[in-house]
């Protein structure tokens, strides 16, 4: 299960409009019963990813969206 939400990820990291395409992934998670702090860990395991493989922009991508998991912005981009 980890390994098909990890690559979830790294497809949506490979479009053009990253960020949306995560956001659709967490609320889909949300919907599906997914708890906040289980999406963060998610997210978090995969920016360890690309932390290793120096892959910076699709970190910031990553951490952007992680931002909205935990709240930390407008509450209107607010996830959970």
Known sequence: ???ERQNLLREALEGS???TALVQIVLAWK???MKQQEALDEFEQYRKVLRA???EQKED???DVMDCII???PAQR???
């Open 1 to 3: 299960m980890r390994q």
């Open 17 to 19: 409009e990253a960020e």
């Open 31 to 33: 919907a599906a019963g």
């Open 53 to 55: 493989q120096a892959e």
């Open 61 to 63: 991508v990553l951490m």
């Open 71 to 73: 709240g930390w912005c």
């Open 78 to 80: 607010r996830l959970f």
